[in-house]
């Protein structure tokens, strides 16, 4: 809605298959503006099922979406804003761009596929990190392309960010953007008397390259101020 209300359209392409609950979407959530790419499931994340699920969405993305241009049914894009995982619909984005014109941002949600590294059965990080880095040789270089291609990059926190130059996002402009409420919506905000308990939740994922220190930093700033703070983890 405030993407229509400054005056764009937006079309979101995504698969048939939700990756949370591993079923297909239903035609019911597709629309003139939600488009389904329709493609075979996964059951496990880790799978080579997944691998050609993503693989095999690209493809389909790129062919509808030419499809549509050529008929006139949507004009050109003038912006494709990719998210990573899955790092094929980069591919296909870029060609895109090369037929139609446009734009490529994209959008780090995962470090995908060095977050593989996890679970390598191998006794250390430091063997673990060696040996993704030659089994997944072929997915680094595609996210080198990615990153180094784009034309600009977003992340939803500096860590990821960081995590991208790594890998070649260089003089891009891109932009950390938080998830989290809108603190700016006055329902959002509430005053709180003094000696209340202050109860907040952490709702997320816990790894490393989430950006942790700062939840912790506002807890003490708060508690440093006298107020009482409880948190909780889910």
Not at 19 to 35: G, L, N, P, T, V
């Amino acid at each position: 809605l405030a993407i229509e209300a400054m005056g764009h359209r937006c079309i979101w392409w995504t698969s048939s298959w939700d990756h949370a609950s591993k079923s297909e979407r239903e035609e019911a959530e597709q629309s003139s503006d939600i488009r389904l790419l329709k493609v075979p499931g996964y059951a496990s994340n880790i799978s080579f099922a997944r691998l050609r699920n993503h693989r095999l969405l690209a493809e389909v993305y790129e062919r509808e979406v030419g499809s549509a241009v050529k008929s006139g049914a949507l004009p050109p894009p003038d912006l494709q804003l990719i998210t990573i995982p899955p790092l094929e619909t980069t591919k296909a984005a870029f060609s895109i761009r090369e037929q139609h014109g446009g734009l490529v941002v994209i959008d780090v949600m995962d470090r995908w596929p060095d977050t593989f590294f996890q679970v390598l059965p191998l006794p250390s990080k430091k063997l673990r990190a060696i040996a993704g880095e030659f089994i997944f040789m072929s997915y680094r270089k595609m996210l080198r392309q990615a990153l180094k291609g784009c034309d600009a990059g977003t992340a939803q926190s500096t860590s990821f960010i960081e995590w991208a130059e790594s890998y070649g996002l260089g003089d891009q402009p891109h932009h950390v953007c938080y998830l989290g409420a809108d603190l700016l919506d006055e329902a959002q905000v509430r005053a709180f008397a003094e000696g209340e308990t202050l109860r907040l939740a952490y709702i997320g994922a816990m790894g490393t390259s989430y950006d942790l220190e700062t939840v912790f930093y506002a807890l003490r700033q708060l508690v440093q101020k006298g107020r009482k703070v409880f948190l909780d983890v889910a």
